[in-house]
């Protein structure tokens, strides 16, 4: 089974920026929706952003415009590039599939801004 590991996260202020990492154990082959979540304290975890096999990408509203989901296949590593970060952005970040079969969860990875 796949497992995922995130990394990358770290405190800025507002304005910054950040990139976050997954790793994926093993290749994924065939058809598949990567996607980027995010859980604040006291709320449900979110889909912020996702990506097809194919490289279409969509992204939640309140990042639109701000954050830039990638893939390298080559590395079995997905990105979230996050420019403009707002205070509102914080929380912990991971990734998973977009299914109704998603893997275990990583442990996720903490952004925080703060000025």
């Known amino acids: 089974q796949v497992q995922v590991v995130e990394s990358g996260g770290g405190s800025v202020q507002p304005g910054g920026s950040l990139r976050l990492s997954c790793t994926q154990s093993g290749r994924i082959f065939g058809f598949y929706i990567l996607g980027w979540y995010r859980q604040a304290p006291g709320q449900q975890r979110e889909l912020v952003a996702s990506i097809a096999s194919g490289g279409s990408t969509n992204y939640a509203d309140s990042v639109k415009g701000r954050f830039t989901i990638s893939t390298d296949n080559a590395k079995n590593t997905m990105y979230l590039q996050m420019n403009s970060l707002k205070p509102e952005d914080t929380a912990v970040y991971y990734c998973?599939?977009?299914?109704?079969?998603?893997?275990?969860w990583g442990q996720g990875t903490q952004v925080t801004v703060s000025s």
């Open positions: 998973n599939k977009v299914s109704s079969s998603i893997w275990p």
